[in-house]
């Protein structure tokens, strides 16, 4: 069973900067993508980004710009830095894995509040 263990949520004022970090309890040879979701309340769960086995970033609809995802193979973990926050940002960040066996894996999440 693959187990995700997500840190770095919080309070951040507007205009601030966070860096999300989501370790995997696999090594990085058995995973295929590695990303981020996020939920706001009362509204669906939506893509953030999620990096490929190649490195390759992809980010969801009006997520470019102050999003960047990374991955650090060696420990896999997977990170996500967002700038300038807005109180839009607000929301349970979810990590989300699939492995080379195409299974999916989500993390417990972790809450990101952006306000003043």
């Known amino acids: 069973q693959v187990q995700l263990v997500e840190s770095g949520g919080g309070l951040v004022q507007p205009g601030g900067s966070l860096t999300l970090s989501c370790e995997a309890s696999?090594?990085?040879?058995?995973?295929?993508?590695m990303g981020w979701y996020r939920q706001a309340p009362g509204k669906q769960r939506e893509l953030v980004a999620f990096?490929?086995?190649?490195?390759?970033?992809h980010y969801g609809n009006s997520m470019k710009g102050r999003f960047t995802i990374s991955r650090d193979n060696a420990k896999s973990t997977t990170y996500l830095r967002i700038n300038n926050l807005e109180p839009e940002d607000t929301a349970v960040y979810y990590c989300?894995?699939?492995?080379?066996?195409?299974?999916?894996?989500w993390g417990q999440g972790t809450q990101l509040t952006v306000s003043s």
């Open positions: 989300h894995l699939v492995d080379t066996r195409a299974m999916a894996y």
């Open positions: 990096i490929s086995s190649s490195n390759e970033p």
């Open positions: 696999v090594s990085i040879g058995d995973i295929s993508l």
